[in-house]
T-cell receptor, first 111, second 113 residues
Framework: GESVGLHLPTLSVQEGDNSIINCAYS??????FIWYKQESGKGPQFIID?????DKRQGQRVTVLLNKTVKHLSLQIAATQPGDSAVYFC??????????FGAGTTVTVRA | DAGVTQSPTHLIKTRGQQVTLRCSPK?????VSWYQQALGQGPQFIFQ???????QRGNFPDRFSGHQFPNYSSELNVNALLLGDSALYLC????????????FGNGTRLTVT
């Protein structure tokens, strides 16, 4: 079936380094993508979104890149901090108001 | 400005029982969606309510039902609970706009024994 997936289930990053979290999607009809961060015991927290008519969007310390040719989405976190440790989900909207989530990438920041 | 609030935070039920979970959306939002998140998995869409009607539904049996009230708050009801219904149930609110990001509550942890 069509779903959003993530390349790696875990990522370990040294504090201060940049993090890159990858996501592959298979539905070419998807035109809106969101990254969420979920900390233990909490609900997903909106980080950044991007529409399919864009290739790149930047926020505070985060950048999302969208490559529609290979159906790939990535989230870059600059100068990773201990507070960035969490599970990160990409989600896609296929035009029907409901989001499809991948399984998530657990990011651990090493001091 | 209060975000999405859910109650209760934790709940333990027995197989065959029924449960009701409650959600108040973020101020200004008119659309409520419910998601089920099993341990170690991403959230799975259950259904969405707008103008007090179910507008979209995911692949969940009709044991799962919901309601939206005039003040936009919502309830999720699950009948005839199964062990497999144990999960974190997340409520998300948004505007009824295609590219309006969902804002999630912290969920209700349901354990079925």
């Amino acid at each position: 079936g069509e779903s959003v997936g993530l390349h790696l289930p875990t990522l370990s990053v040294q504090e201060g380094d940049n993090s890159i979290i990858n996501c592959a999607y298979s539905n070419s009809a998807s035109d809106y993508f969101i990254w969420y961060k979920q900390e233990s015991g909490k609900g997903p927290q909106f980080i950044i979104d991007i529409r399919s008519n864009m290739d790149k969007r930047q926020g505070q310390r985060v950048t999302v890149l969208l490559n529609k040719t290979v159906k790939h989405l990535s989230l870059q976190i600059a100068a990773t901090q201990p507070g960035d440790s969490a599970v990160y989900f990409c989600a896609e909207n296929k035009g029907d108001y409901k989001l499809s989530f991948g399984a998530g990438t657990t990011v651990t920041v090493r001091a | 400005d209060a975000g999405v609030t859910q109650s209760p935070t934790h709940l333990i039920k027995t197989r065959g029982q029924q449960v009701t979970l409650r959600c108040s959306p973020k101020s200004g939002h008119d659309t409520v969606s419910w998601y089920q998140q099993a341990l170690g998995q991403g959230p799975q869409f259950i259904f969405q309510y707008y103008e007090e009607e179910e507008r979209q539904r995911g692949n969940f049996p009709d044991r799962f039902s919901g309601h939206q009230f005039p003040n936009y708050s919502s309830e999720l009801n699950v009948n005839a609970l199964l062990l497999g219904d144990s999960a974190l149930y997340l409520c998300a609110s948004s505007l009824r706009s295609y590219n309006s990001p969902l804002h999630f509550g912290n969920g209700t942890r349901l354990t079925v024994t």
